[in-house]
């Protein structure tokens, strides 16, 4: 398995970027080794996009913080590895 990838609207960045306001997605991408770090402490055969499912909060708040780490020219698609969990 590899990577499981979706759009995360962006909101709440640190840094200033122009027109704050315009509604604007980024690509996200998961590595399957970052799911199984969530899944540490639930069942060991869920599958993978049960456990997205059940932990996108924290997938979110991992790929924001690369974007406010990276500034405004960060690269796309974010990608959250399991150290970034």
Do not use: K
């Amino acid at each position: 398995m590899g990577i499981i990838a979706f759009q995360m609207p962006m909101t709440e960045a640190r840094w200033f970027y122009r027109n704050q306001g315009a509604c604007r997605s980024v690509d996200v991408e998961v590595e399957h080794a970052a799911l199984e770090r969530l899944n540490q402490s639930g069942t060991g055969d869920a599958l993978p996009y049960a456990i997205f499912t059940a932990n996108r909060a924290a997938i979110e708040r991992a790929a924001r913080n690369i974007i406010d780490r990276e500034g405004p020219n960060f690269a796309e698609p974010i990608q959250v590895t399991a150290n970034d969990i």
